[in-house]
């Protein structure tokens, strides 16, 4: 038998067009609407852009490839902030790197956190840690943890970091607490000068800690705390250790 | 059926021999182990950046195989004249078009499984969950989604004068395909009725490759069951898109002289 | 009377020249009427250009006619089942580099829905015939020109079809190829198939065809038994001479055809007539002409029917 498009009357072939045209839309638009009624986040373009977007990060977004973008823009951050970038305003451009992130992707907690965490308690800049914290919790009011952070920084803010700490300890205990949070916490624990609480800390972050960064600051700092213990009148504590 | 699946399977054993998609073949694979590394500079999001690059890779891996397959074809097709036999044996033209389409698919389908595969047992080698059922899902999306795009480039491989030519409206249309998944909600930022109309249309002509995209809600699959239209009617979409675009290049394809 | 194989009604086919903004279209066939009679040996001759491929790929099917009407055993060219009983060699065959010829064979043998059982054993019998035997499992890119013709031609022979219709098969083979591919003709004819080719050796056509057809600029402008042409210009003379196409009126004042190609005039001259020529070509040539051939009566058809559509303009 010999089937032929082209032999089919006209008006067959374009009711069929037009049939597959409209099932095409239907099915469209029916699936646009599923995916906007199950997406966590509106599409990023949606949101505030944040100060500073790249081109990339743009052009990704609206390309549909926002996630991607995120995971590339967060090893921008990893590699800016593990760069001597001390004369650069002293890290300045981590705000915005971090900012980009959270634009592109806010369910991208663990860099958001991470990105809080490294402004407010490593840079010392609670100001920036905020309005990172908050920009967060503008995309996922959902997240309390954003809340908590918001809390914490505002302790931070008047140096009060015995306050910081009583809610970051909390924080820190989440499996999926970033190391940057627990570098934090701890360097907070020793400001204390309280040794076998920070002893216990300490010795807990080498059975938590992911990378290796956090290892290697765990086993220093665990025997600078022991030497402090074993000494009879301990000589001045240091307030921080290096991260 | 039996001779489109006689030449989809042709082309399949065809291209699998031919070196440039060998070399994709293989270079899709060294990236998905590049792409195992890659998630190491991630330090803690390590999982993440695996599974991310790794669908990424997928996508790329998938669109470039399409798109290569079909330029071989046509340039075999146009230049070479090597359809001038298989034309005039007993198929039919659109069992040839259909076939080829087909066997684009298949190429990237083995492709895609094949990374999978080294994505899964890059997993197990350094102790990562990397594939997973909701990555799995996300994948097989991704394949649909290449799936339309073989159809596509089947369409601009039946219209376009010239093999650069198709390759490039192929390549074009898949990029806008990406960008065009917002442009309903743009629409009401807008006054102008015929504005309003003219990107609606827009819309709805061209393919919507972002409707597959699953990979980029990846972490809301698993619990996402209750969302059955999300995982539907892109299957539906393509189906009927696919069907349409196909459809098209067919007739055309009937008419066309050789 | 028996229906024919193929036959061509006002056939007429445009080309499509220029470009997106200045379309234009080139004749490359008009009216054209012929039919294939079943069991015969019909052989296409023609200039370059002239429409035999053309011809060929729209008794295929390959081409759409814009005017008139093809027949492949009575039905559209585009008819499955009037392709699954023919057998078509296009002129340069070219197939997938990474496949060997077997491989190939087995391919279209499948499109045929050739058996299963028998298919591999046929396709290496094909082979082994076209003289392919030895270089059946290599891939094709390592063949040369001639080789791929082979293959061009065991896939017209793979599953035996009624007619062959070959577009240049001498074209790429040396001597002794095109020996064996006379003869594989030759067995085919033997074998009661309709054998359709175009050539531009008129020697291999005279030696295996029954009837010719020749072309020019579109039209089929002769169709005869090669029998019968062989009577009629047998006796006849071809005399040459350089000179100027403009001495086309005084040409054509005198009784013989004649044409003019790459500066030499050619003229057909009955043997009987042969004094009368030589005078009456002297003022022209500015001396005796020379004798060009005396030998190939088809030749000399040729030469006359498109000395003949010259004129007719």
Redesign the interface.
């Known amino acids: 038998?010999?089937?032929?498009?082209?032999e089919l009357p006209l008006a067959a072939?374009l009711g069929?067009?037009a049939l597959?045209?409209a099932?095409?839309?239907l099915?469209?638009d029916?699936?646009?609407?599923?995916?906007r009624?199950?997406?966590?986040f509106p599409?990023p373009?949606?949101r505030p852009l944040p100060e500073g977007l790249s081109a990339f990060a743009l052009a990704a977004a609206?390309?549909?490839?926002?996630?991607?973008a995120s995971?590339i823009g967060?090893?921008n951050c990893?590699?800016y902030m593990g760069g001597r970038n001390a004369s650069d305003g002293f890290w300045a451009k981590t705000l915005p790197l971090y900012s980009e992130v959270q634009w592109l992707d806010p369910?991208?907690k663990?860099?958001n956190v991470?990105g809080i965490s490294a402004l407010g308690w490593l840079y010392r800049r609670p100001l920036e840690a905020e309005r990172l914290a908050r920009a967060s919790l503008a995309s996922d009011h959902k997240e309390a943890r954003y809340g908590a952070y918001i809390a914490a920084l505002a302790y931070q803010k008047h140096l009060n970091s015995a306050g910081a700490l009583g809610i970051l300890e909390t924080e820190v205990r989440r499996p999926d607490a970033?190391?940057?949070l627990l570098r934090v916490v701890g360097n907070l624990i020793l400001q204390q000068r309280n040794w076998r609480e920070a002893l216990g800390y300490w010795t807990w972050v080498q059975t938590r800690a992911?990378?290796q960064q956090t290892l290697d600051m765990a086993t220093r700092t665990l025997t600078l705390i022991r030497r402090h213990l074993a000494a009879p009148r301990a000589p001045a504590a240091p307030t921080r250790t290096t991260d | 059926m039996a001779e489109t699946l006689v030449i989809a399977f042709n082309v399949f054993r065809q291209m699998l021999r031919n070196r440039i998609l060998i070399v994709l073949t293989l270079c899709g694979l060294v990236m998905v182990g590049v792409v195992g590394f890659l998630g190491d500079?991630?330090?803690?999001?390590q999982l993440?950046?695996a599974r991310?690059?790794g669908l990424?890779t997928l996508e790329a891996v998938g669109f470039f195989t399409v798109l290569l397959c079909h330029v071989v074809l046509l340039f075999e097709e146009s230049e070479l004249k090597t359809y001038n036999i298989l034309l005039v044996k007993p198929v039919?033209?659109?069992q040839v078009l259909l076939g080829r389409t087909l066997g684009a698919i298949l190429l990237m389908l083995m492709n895609q499984a094949g990374m999978l595969v080294m994505l899964w047992l890059l997993g197990l080698w350094r102790g990562l969950p990397i594939v997973d059922s909701d990555l799995v899902v996300a994948a097989c999306y991704l394949a649909a989604g290449g799936a339309l795009f073989s159809a596509v480039t089947a369409f601009f491989s039946v219209l376009a004068s010239s093999v650069p030519a198709a390759a490039m409206f192929a390549t074009f249309t898949f990029?806008l395909g990406?960008?065009t998944?917002?442009l309903?909600?743009w629409t009401m930022q807008l006054d102008n009725p015929v504005l309003i109309w003219a990107v609606k249309l827009l819309?709805?002509i061209t393919p919507?490759?972002?409707?597959f995209?699953i990979?980029?809600?990846?972490?809301?699959v698993g619990s996402?069951l209750q969302?059955s239209?999300?995982f539907?009617?892109?299957l539906?979409?393509g189906l009927?898109?696919g069907?349409?675009i196909l459809?098209?290049s067919?007739?055309r394809y009937?008419?066309k002289d050789f | 009377m028996q229906d024919p194989v193929l036959s061509f009604e006002g056939v007429s086919k445009r080309y499509r020249t220029g470009d997106f903004w200045r379309p234009l279209k080139a004749q490359a066939m008009s009216k054209v009427s012929f039919q294939l009679k079943r069991g015969e040996v019909f052989g296409l001759v023609g200039l370059n250009g002239a429409g035999k491929s053309t011809l060929m790929k729209t008794a295929v099917g390959l081409l759409h006619p814009d005017e008139g009407v093809v027949r492949l055993f009575g039905l559209d060219p585009?008819?499955?089942?009037a392709r699954r009983r023919l057998g078509y060699l296009p002129e340069l065959p070219y197939f997938p580099g990474y496949l060997s010829a077997c491989e190939v064979l087995l391919y279209y043998g499948r499109l045929h829905q050739l058996p299963k059982a028998g298919l591999r054993k046929r396709a290496l019998d094909v082979l082994e015939r076209v003289g392919l035997a030895a270089a059946a499992f290599d891939p094709i890119h390592r063949y040369s020109k001639g080789m791929q013709q082979r293959v061009g031609l065991a896939q017209t022979l793979l599953h035996d079809p009624d007619v062959l219709l070959l577009d240049e098969p001498m074209s790429g083979l040396d001597p002794l190829g095109m020996k064996e591919m006379r003869d594989i003709i030759l067995g085919e004819r033997a074998a009661g198939k309709t054998i359709f080719f175009n050539s531009h050796g008129l020697a291999e056509v005279e030696r295996i065809c029954d009837r010719v057809g020749v072309m020019h600029r579109g039209r089929l402008v002769l169709v005869d038994g090669v029998p019968e042409l062989l009577r009629r210009f047998q006796s006849h003379v071809t005399l040459g001479f350089t000179g100027a196409p403009d001495l086309d009126g005084r040409l054509k004042g005198l009784p013989w055809q004649s044409a003019h190609e790459h500066g030499l005039w050619r003229v057909l001259v009955p043997n009987a007539e042969l004094g009368d020529a030589v005078r009456s070509l002297e003022p022209m040539a500015g001396g005796p002409p020379s004798v060009l051939s005396v030998g190939s009566p088809l030749e000399n058809a040729f030469l006359w029917a498109l000395a003949e559509e010259e004129r007719r303009g």
């Open positions: 038998m010999s089937l032929k498009i082209s072939r069929l067009l597959l045209a099932c095409s839309v099915s469209l029916m699936g646009g609407a599923a995916r009624a199950w997406q966590a599409p373009q949606d609206m390309g549909d490839s926002a996630r991607a995971d967060y090893i990893l590699q369910g991208f663990h860099a991470e970033p190391d940057m992911r990378e | 500079l991630g330090q803690d999001a993440r950046l991310d690059f990424m039919e033209r659109w990029a990406h960008f998944g917002n309903l909600e819309y709805w919507n490759f972002s409707l995209n990979k980029e809600n990846l972490d809301q996402s969302f239209g999300v539907l009617w892109p539906v979409y009927c898109y069907a349409l459809f098209l067919l007739w009937e008419l | 585009r008819n499955r089942e």
